[in-house]
């Protein structure tokens, strides 16, 4: 083989190891969760403005229940990914951690900064990659997930008694840790 022959197949051998180390980059997955749930938090708050502005927490307790659940499922089908929202105090029941989950919640609260965020977590297995981003309470959601007769009022306790007779999402402060969306990726 001559020298230029040589130099020929080093560049395409080059071209080729570049090639496919560039189709081989690893997937940032915490990125993708964070703007998965980011575009799921927007559509549901703004959801649920829309829902208490139309009839107050009367009319936006019955809209959460017969809505939040397939939005969070279609917008994980659509993004290709499980997302689920999780808490060790669910007010549906089909949203309570599982025992993995549960250590998990716990040590995502057990571990906020010093300004009150609390940390994302990422856990890798054989087929999957699931980031647990967390869900903080905020000043919107205790009307309903407050303290009850002083942030939650006695109308509102009595429709969630009615559509939620096991309900343990109560009692929340602001910046409370009150869930977490669960995003699981197939790899």
């Given at each position: 083989m001559n020298r230029n022959s040589k130099k020929t197949l080093g560049?395409?051998?080059?071209?080729?190891?570049?090639?496919?180390?560039?189709?081989?980059?690893?997937?940032?997955?915490?990125?993708?969760?964070?703007?998965?749930?980011?575009?799921?938090?927007?559509?549901?708050?703004?959801?649920?403005t829309n829902a208490l502005a139309e009839g107050g927490t009367k009319q936006a307790i019955p809209f959460c229940k017969q809505n939040v659940m397939a939005f969070t499922s279609n917008l994980g089908s659509k993004k290709g990914v499980l997302l689920r929202r999780i808490s060790d105090k669910p007010r549906n029941p089909m949203n309570l951690v599982t025992d993995e989950e549960k250590k998990i919640f716990l040590e995502i609260s057990g571990n906020p900064t010093k300004e009150g965020e609390y940390?994302?977590?990422?856990?890798?297995?054989?087929?999957?990659?699931?980031?647990?981003?967390?869900?903080?309470?905020?000043?919107?959601?205790?009307?309903?997930?407050?303290e009850p007769n002083v942030d939650i009022k006695k109308e509102t306790l009595d429709v969630l008694q009615k559509e939620y007779p096991g309900d343990l999402a109560r009692g929340y402060k602001v910046g409370n840790l009150r869930g977490l969306f669960s995003v699981q990726f197939t790899r």
């Open positions: 560049s395409v051998v080059t071209v080729f190891i570049l090639l496919a180390n560039f189709g081989c980059r690893k997937p940032d997955y915490e990125a993708m969760a964070m703007d998965i749930t980011k575009e799921a938090k927007t559509n549901l708050v703004q959801k649920l940390p994302v977590k990422t856990v890798t297995a054989d087929h999957t990659v699931t980031v647990y981003v967390p869900i903080p309470t905020v000043g919107l959601c205790l009307q309903c997930h407050g």
